[in-house]
């Protein structure tokens, strides 16, 4: 008996430092090489009385999984979004990207794409949609490899969830009650126009199978574009917005960039607000969203019915409910959480779509002296020595009060 309590006080040391060690990481903690930007002053909202928000701080962002599709030839992108995803704590599964589509395996209408580039991006897209389909996968997040996003992206991702769930979820007490009535009545848009509510009503309950709106009420989440539009009465969708005001993640409204949407941002709204609502003609897919069901109704439209155009453009259309598609839910936001960036570098590499063509004279393009991601302000991509030597000194593109930079590409 003696000989067993030796033994276990000589074990019980190791045993402290062993529960310590447990207890540690279970708590989230890292050695101080592992970088945690700060959440910054974007509007934070209390977050004790909704675990289904918290969940949005864990390395998927509260989707089950994040694909990047990158083709394996580009090893500059891939290194840049790996780096990236790394230092703001997001956990990518990579997905190689298409350059060739064998004629027998292509649906109705392929014929109409008149770039190899386009269709393999199509292929690729629709590979990450039947692994999703496959693995039945709940949600999920699917990015472009040349896609950049604020340090911040966690607690603008929670703001961005507290707006979605407004325009999803009936109101509290009620099964099929919305805060926009537009939602199951689109011919109101007419009468009453777009309404617009603070993130901050809490008419909603909460969500209870995803923090941004229960799965089987959304298709799609467009959270990454190179423009958009907030729709109109005319366009018959529901109407309803949710604003994010004095969110500093946001630049003021002389650097907005519209890109291809429209001005109703800039026009309508204060400086720093963000606004979430229905998708409509969206374009570029550098990042989205979707549930299971979105993910199934996709794959079946674009991969075995037809695919008569880009692949962003079949989005749009099933987002949109045109051109013989059936409407999607599809939220997007602007300006958006995702954008393109472009590094130090000829503009001919930014695309591996639209190809420089063979034999033209390099002397003669364009290079890209400035490194920047559109309406992004403390770009990851763009403060990756920052974040790599632990510099909290991070460089803001879009700097209150300063001129509009003269960006290219």
Same mark, same amino acid.
């Given at each position: 008996?003696?000989?067993?309590?030796?033994?276990?006080?000589?074990?019980?040391?190791?045993? &402290?430092?062993?529960?310590?060690?447990?207890?540690?990481?279970?708590?989230?903690?890292? *050695?101080?090489?592992?970088?945690?930007?700060?959440?910054?002053?974007?509007?934070?909202?209390?977050?004790?009385?909704?675990?289904?928000?918290?969940?949005?701080?864990?390395?998927?962002?509260?989707?089950?999984?994040?694909?990047?599709? *990158?083709?394996?030839?580009? *090893?500059?992108?891939? @290194? +840049?979004?790996?780096?990236?995803?790394?230092?703001?704590?997001?956990?990518?599964?990579?997905?190689?990207?298409?350059?060739?589509?064998?004629?027998?395996?292509?649906?109705?209408?392929?014929?109409?794409?008149?770039?190899?580039?386009?269709?393999? +991006?199509?292929?690729?897209?629709?590979?990450?949609?039947?692994?999703?389909?496959?693995?039945?996968?709940?949600?999920?997040?699917?990015?472009?490899?040349?896609?950049?996003?604020?340090?911040?992206?966690?607690?603008?991702?929670?703001?961005?969830?507290?707006?979605?769930?407004?325009?999803?979820?009936?109101?509290?007490?009620? +099964?099929?009650?919305?805060?926009?009535?537009?939602?199951?009545?689109?011919?109101?848009?007419?009468?009453?126009?777009?309404?617009?509510?603070?993130?901050?009503?809490?008419?909603?309950?909460?969500?209870?199978?995803?923090?941004?709106?229960? &799965?089987?009420?959304?298709?799609?989440?467009?959270?990454?574009?190179?423009?958009? *539009?907030?729709?109109?009465?005319?366009?018959?969708?529901?109407?309803?917005?949710?604003?994010?005001?004095?969110?500093?993640?946001?630049?003021?409204?002389?650097?907005?960039?519209?890109?291809?949407?429209?001005?109703?941002?800039?026009?309508?709204?204060?400086?720093?607000?963000?606004?979430?609502?229905?998708?409509?003609?969206?374009?570029?897919?550098?990042?989205?969203?979707?549930?299971?069901?979105?993910?199934?109704?996709?794959?079946?439209?674009?991969?075995?019915?037809?695919?008569?155009?880009?692949?962003?453009?079949?989005?749009?259309?099933?987002?949109?409910?045109?051109?013989?598609?059936?409407?999607?839910?599809?939220?997007?936001?602007?300006?958006?959480?995702?954008?393109?960036?472009?590094?130090?570098?000829?503009?001919?590499?930014?695309?591996?779509? @639209?190809?420089?063509?063979?034999?033209?004279?390099?002397?003669?393009?364009?290079?890209?002296?400035?490194?920047?991601?559109?309406?992004?302000?403390?770009?990851?991509?763009?403060?990756?020595?920052?974040?790599?030597?632990?510099?909290?000194?991070?460089?803001?593109?879009?700097?209150?009060?300063?001129?509009?930079?003269?960006?290219?590409?």
């Amino acid at each position: 008996m003696l000989k067993i309590i030796v033994n276990a006080r000589k074990l019980l040391p190791w045993a &402290v430092g062993a529960f310590i060690i447990v207890f540690l990481i279970g708590a989230g903690f890292t *050695s101080a090489s592992t970088p945690f930007p700060p959440l910054g002053k974007a509007r934070s909202h209390a977050l004790a009385e909704d675990g289904k928000l918290g969940n949005i701080q864990n390395a998927t962002l509260g989707f089950e999984k994040i694909f990047v599709i *990158s083709l394996p030839s580009r *090893s500059d992108h891939r @290194d +840049a979004v790996v780096l990236a995803s790394h230092l703001t704590c997001l956990a990518v599964d990579i997905v190689d990207g298409i350059t060739h589509v064998d004629d027998k395996a292509q649906p109705p209408g392929a014929e109409k794409f008149t770039t190899t580039g386009a269709l393999g +991006a199509w292929r690729a897209h629709m590979n990450t949609l039947q692994t999703i389909v496959k693995h039945n996968t709940t949600s999920a997040l699917i990015m472009e490899d040349d896609t950049d996003w604020d340090i911040r992206i966690k607690s603008q991702m929670q703001n961005f969830a507290r707006a979605s769930r407004l325009l999803l979820q009936p109101i509290s007490g009620t +099964a099929a009650t919305y805060l926009d009535p537009t939602i199951l009545h689109p011919e109101e848009a007419l009468i009453q126009g777009a309404q617009t509510f603070d993130i901050a009503h809490s008419a909603v309950p909460q969500a209870t199978s995803s923090p941004y709106g229960d &799965v089987h009420r959304w298709d799609l989440l467009w959270l990454g574009h190179c423009g958009a *539009s907030l729709p109109r009465a005319e366009n018959h969708l529901p109407l309803g917005r949710v604003s994010i005001s004095a969110d500093e993640t946001v630049p003021e409204k002389q650097h907005i960039d519209p890109q291809l949407g429209d001005q109703q941002l800039i026009q309508q709204y204060s400086d720093h607000t963000r606004v979430v609502s229905r998708a409509y003609m969206n374009t570029c897919s550098l990042a989205y969203a979707v549930s299971l069901q979105g993910a199934r109704r996709i794959l079946y439209e674009l991969a075995i019915r037809k695919i008569d155009k880009a692949m962003d453009l079949s989005l749009q259309d099933m987002c949109d409910g045109v051109n013989d598609r059936p409407g999607l839910t599809c939220l997007s936001v602007l300006p958006q959480l995702f954008q393109q960036h472009r590094p130090i570098a000829r503009e001919s590499s930014f695309s591996d779509i @639209d190809k420089r063509q063979d034999g033209a004279d390099m002397a003669e393009e364009k290079y890209n002296n400035i490194a920047f991601s559109r309406n992004i302000r403390w770009s990851t991509r763009g403060n990756l020595r920052q974040l790599v030597y632990g510099d909290t000194n991070y460089t803001d593109l879009f700097p209150d009060g300063m001129p509009k930079p003269d960006l290219v590409g």
